[in-house]
């Protein structure tokens, strides 16, 4: 029997894929969880559609994120912290304070858990910050990290 599912399933397959299976593991399982619908034309075209409309919502989901990537790779924010004579901080810059930073500078909303860093920032100076903006889409920008006066 052909059927589409309705949800990922992990030993069949994906969201919109049309696969056959028994017709009793169909009429017994899948069918009554609401985990797949019988294959007729009508369902067919429709999971078609909708597979094109899902790659067209991420392909600008895509290229918002190429936008974003470039903005922040011009993008510079400065960070004032206490530090020592020696330009050590009393304490560090982590990655929720760069993104909040980033939000109050450039208005460019992140999560922290986006934001690659090695290691708290520990030191005064200037640091390259690594940013995943999307799957296989990331992007550098500077901070730069002052002394409070």
Known sequence: M??????????????????????????????????????????????????????????????????LAQKLSNTTIIIKV??????????????????QELENQAKIKVDKRKINLSEPIRYIGNIDVDIKVYPQITATFKVKVEPEE
């Open 82 to 99: 206490k530090a020592s004579d020696e330009g050590r901080l009393y304490g560090s810059v982590t990655s929720k304070d760069i993104a």
């Open 2 to 67: 052909k059927v589409i599912l309705l949800k990922d399933i992990k030993s069949l397959g994906k969201k919109g894929d049309l696969v056959e299976v028994s017709d009793g593991y169909a009429r017994n399982y899948l069918l009554p969880k609401g985990l797949a619908v019988l294959a007729s034309e009508g369902n067919i075209k429709k999971a078609k559609e909708e597979k094109k409309a899902q790659a067209k919502r991420k392909e600008k989901e895509r290229q918002e994120a190429q936008e």
